[in-house]
């Protein structure tokens, strides 16, 4: 149960686009296409923006994306915005009912 | 409006226990997986446990295993952890999830703190 590797930091300018990775292994991101993304404001609980890989929940502005290649996923926000400065975090499921969060990335918008 | 709202924090010393509560209220309760996460600190999400609907499944991160253990009651529209031998690597804001879709989770409550300190 190690958690899925992502970078500390990233940062862009308004209007700008950040890509986000999120490296596991072939027991989670490998095999499973349940590859969440959730941002998070401080103090603030944890919203899902991306479901199973690449889909959006609705009210998800279509500026966040999703991806994966092999162990890696990818969360992509184009179009950077103010609001869009937070925490980010990248799960999987990685077999028998267990999740594995992401390191977390911190997304500076400059 | 879907509303999940935890309880039960509080400050414990090292190897004493608590019960964290998860009131749900706004959708079918029983229709729903569930799952604990914690956040220490200034640290990063990580999945403390998973119960299916009925609690026919259950499990536990390596890190909580054999300390930790979830229950539900559906007629009472609650969530629960009972966490035992706490130690301060414990120390964390507990939130409840909902089981959204395939292995992510759409509601979550506003969290719990416990805090384990002599």
């Known amino acids: 149960q190690s958690a899925l590797t992502q970078p500390p930091s990233a940062s862009g300018s308004p209007g700008q686009s950040v890509t986000i990775s999120c490296t596991g292994t072939?027991?989670?991101?490998?095999?499973?296409?349940?590859v969440s993304w959730y941002q998070q404001h401080p103090g603030k609980a944890p919203k899902v923006m991306i479901y199973?890989?690449?889909k959006r929940p609705s009210g998800v502005p279509d500026r966040f994306s999703g991806s994966k290649s092999g162990n890696t996923a990818s969360l992509t926000v184009s179009g950077l915005q103010a609001e869009d400065e937070a925490d980010y975090y990248c799960?999987?499921?990685?077999?028998?009912?267990?999740?594995?969060f992401g390191t977390g990335t911190k997304v500076t918008v400059l | 409006e879907v509303q999940l709202v935890e309880s039960g924090g509080g400050l414990v010393q090292p190897g004493e226990s608590l019960r964290l509560s998860c009131e749900a209220s706004?959708?079918?309760?029983?229709?729903?997986?569930m799952i604990w996460v914690r956040q220490a600190p200034g640290k990063g999400l990580e999945w403390v446990s998973y119960?299916?609907?009925?609690?026919?499944?259950?499990n536990y991160a390596d890190s909580v295993k054999g300390r930790f253990t979830i229950s539900r009651d559906n007629a009472k529209n609650s969530l629960y952890l009972q966490v035992n031998s706490l130690r301060a690597e414990d120390t964390a804001v507990y939130y409840c999830?909902?089981?959204?879709?395939?292995?992510?989770?759409?509601?979550w409550g506003q969290g719990t703190l416990v805090t384990v300190s002599s």
């Open positions: 799960s999987s499921y990685a077999g028998s009912n267990i999740l594995v």
């Open positions: 072939s027991s989670d991101v490998g095999t499973y296409d349940y």
């Open positions: 706004g959708f079918t309760f029983r229709d729903y997986n």
């Open positions: 999830a909902r089981y959204g879709r395939t292995w992510s989770f759409d509601y």
């Open positions: 119960i299916s609907s009925y609690s026919s499944a259950k």
């Open positions: 199973e890989v690449s």
